[in-house]
């Protein structure tokens, strides 16, 4: 199973910036995508971004588009978050889809997950 390890999360003011990473290991051949997802105190986990493993086609919620960016390099998947809000503080989580089908936008898509970092923006 694909091992999935986040990093990069912390404090940011609102306007500001953040770039989280999580870095995908044992039997990344097996990847077709990767998202990223968050969770919220008391609120349901939602997605955030998707990135297809080969090609690199990626897809996003609407309240994240032109703010978030989702990229590859190698066997790291970024997310790139500016012009923080306060709304954005959550748990982030990277997923990892290793068969063909689901839909991305939902968590029943993804194989393996990992340990989840936290994001907080203050106004």
């Known amino acids: 199973q694909v091992e999935l390890l986040e990093s990069g999360g912390g404090l940011a003011q609102a306007g500001g910036s953040l770039r989280l990473s999580c870095e995908a290991s044992?039997?990344?051949?097996?990847?077709?995508?990767m998202g990223w997802f968050r969770q919220a105190p008391g609120k349901e986990r939602e997605f955030v971004a998707h990135?297809?493993?080969?090609?690199?086609i990626d897809y996003y919620t609407d309240s994240v588009k032109r703010r978030f960016t989702i990229s590859r390099e190698r066997n790291t998947v970024y997310l790139q978050m500016n012009s923080l809000r306060p709304d954005d503080s959550a748990v982030y989580y990277c997923?990892?889809?290793?068969?063909?089908?689901?839909?991305?936008?939902?968590?029943?898509?993804?194989?393996?997950w990992g340990q989840g970092t936290p994001v907080t923006v203050s106004s």
């Open positions: 997923g990892a889809r290793a068969h063909i089908g689901g839909i991305v936008d939902e968590m029943s898509a993804y194989d393996a």
């Open positions: 044992s039997l990344t051949s097996n990847i077709y995508g």
């Open positions: 990135i297809m493993w080969n090609n690199g």
